[in-house]
């Protein structure tokens, strides 16, 4: 067990546990979170350990209801089924940065070692930070490969409705606004420096620029009402 003196919020936790870490593979899990205890994860370990795959990304069901009739699927499935090189950053770009959580996901040790001082580096702290960690690993990593089993499943019947929105978690604009720019002034110039197209780099961007928009609309609005 790694404890942190004092909050250092979710990059430094899972940075933390990656260099803690002794295994091959490694599997995210938030307080929120559910393993199925079903086999799959096993099954999708002894997968990614034949094909030597940078991650396995599988399917996620989302509970809303404290009942099995609440499970659904949520957004957080694959995005493919194989991917190599930048076919993988590029394909995460075309689903519009879907499926960025860090759970319900097989990384491979080594390959967060190769960017973990870039991970270190990085200012972005609250929610977005899994965005910044997924975004990173996916444009470095060399291998993808997708699962529909399900091994998690994601508890949101204990959040209050404006807290199940992929913008906003309970209402935090001005955090969500700052933590996009962020991304834009620290991620954008490591992809361009390590090569990566510009027509990459503006679809990336652009979409970014999409939350921040909407984030500042809604401090607005709060601002006005208030």
């Known amino acids: 067990l790694v404890c942190h003196a004092e909050r250092r919020y979710t990059k430094n936790a899972r940075i933390s ?33 034949e094909q030597q795959v940078d991650i396995i ?3 996620i069901a989302t509970r809303l209801q404290p009942n099995d009739a609440g499970i659904m699927w949520n957004w957080s499935q694959p995005f493919a089924d194989k991917l190599n090189g930048k076919e993988i950053f590029t394909a995460y770009l075309e689903k519009n940065l879907r499926a960025h959580c860090m759970y319900g ?16 580096a990085s200012s972005i702290r609250h929610w ?8 990173l ?15 998690y499943a994601v508890s949101r019947f204990d959040l209050p409705t404006d807290a ?16 996009v720019y962020i991304l834009l002034q620290e991620l954008v110039p490591h992809f361009r420096q390590q090569g990566c197209p510009d027509s990459m780099i503006s679809m990336f961007s652009s ?11 809604g401090l607005t609005e709060q601002v006005t009402a208030a």
């Open 105 to 120: 996901k097989l990384f491979r040790r080594a390959q967060w070692l190769k960017i973990i001082e870039t991970a270190k």
């Open 17 to 49: 546990g990656i260099l803690a870490a002794r295994g091959e593979y490694i599997a995210f899990a938030d307080a929120d979170d559910i393993f199925l205890y079903n086999g799959v994860l096993e099954k999708n370990l002894q997968v990614a350990r």
């Open 137 to 151: 690993f996916l444009f470095h990593a060399r291998s993808y490969s997708g699962s529909m089993d399900m091994a």
């Open 128 to 135: 977005r930070e899994d965005l910044f960690l997924l975004s």
């Open 57 to 59: 990304h599988m399917a």
């Open 164 to 179: 199940r929105s992929p913008l906003v978690y309970k209402g935090e604009y001005a955090e969500t606004a700052e933590a």
């Open 207 to 217: 979409y970014l620029l999409t939350y921040l928009y909407k984030s500042l609309r």
